[in-house]
């Protein structure tokens, strides 16, 4: 983990977006207390794909029932 001051983040602020992309973790302290890490942003869960689950589970006609009454008013306490 590398503290830099906010001075210095200033002063380096593109080394320090290059050096977080490439995974190292970059605190920015004001005098010796921490303030902020500075992180990439990123996509974790990487890129959406519409109908990935398409055929993966299916819901029968009980599901479009009607809830009995008494389940019903659980929903509304």
Do not use: I, M
């Given at each position: 983990m590398k503290t830099v001051t906010i001075h210095s983040a200033k002063t380096?602020?593109?080394r320090l977006i290059e050096d977080a992309c490439r995974g190292e973790e970059i605190v920015i302290a004001r005098g010796?207390?921490?303030m902020v890490r500075?992180?990439?942003?990123?996509n974790e869960h990487g890129e959406r794909k519409p109908g990935w689950l398409k055929g993966k589970f299916k819901l029968g006609p009980e599901f479009f029932e009607?809830?009995?009454?008494?389940?019903?008013d659980l929903w509304w306490q």
């Open positions: 380096n602020l593109s010796k207390k921490p500075l992180v990439p942003v990123s009607p809830l009995p009454p008494d389940e019903l």
